[in-house]
Nanobody
Framework: QVQLVESGGGSVQAGDSLRLSCAAP?????????SGWFRQAPGQEREFVAA????????YNDDFVGGRFIISKDSRKGTLHLQMNNLQPEDTAVYYC?????????????????WGQGTQVTVSA
């Protein structure tokens, strides 16, 4: 089972960008899985942000992404990324990367077997 470690979070102003990264010690296994990003704000449920299948097929939460976020994988480095542009205060949350068995990118947290520890993203107005 892979282990995941996120990085790249921080405190930014509205309109700024951040690039989150997720890495696993077993890079080859990580690239085999479907990978996703979720976020959880205080007092709220964990919600789907984006996912990418081994094939490269992607899915996004159209409720709030609006073309601002891009999920990608670097197969050579064995890393997962989430480029977040035009960040807004409502994007403030802990962001988690997760891995699921190979298949179509799922929007359900229950589909994911392995989770990272999370990285905080704080956006000020």
């Amino acid at each position: 089972q892979v282990q995941l470690v996120e990085s790249g979070g921080g405190s930014v102003q509205a309109g700024d960008s951040l690039r989150l990264s997720c890495a696993a010690p077993d890079r080859r296994a990580f690239m085999w899985y479907t990978s996703g990003w979720f976020r959880q704000a205080p007092g709220q449920e964990r919600e789907f942000v984006a996912a990418i299948a081994r094939s490269g097929h992607t899915a996004y939460n159209d409720d709030f992404v609006g073309g601002r976020f891009i999920i990608s994988k670097d197969s050579r480095k064995g890393t997962l990324h989430l480029q977040m542009n035009n960040l807004q205060p409502e994007d403030t949350a802990v962001y988690y990367c997760a891995a699921a068995q190979p298949g179509s990118p799922s929007r359900l947290p229950s589909s994911y077997d392995v989770w990272g520890q999370g990285t905080q993203v704080t956006v000020s107005a």
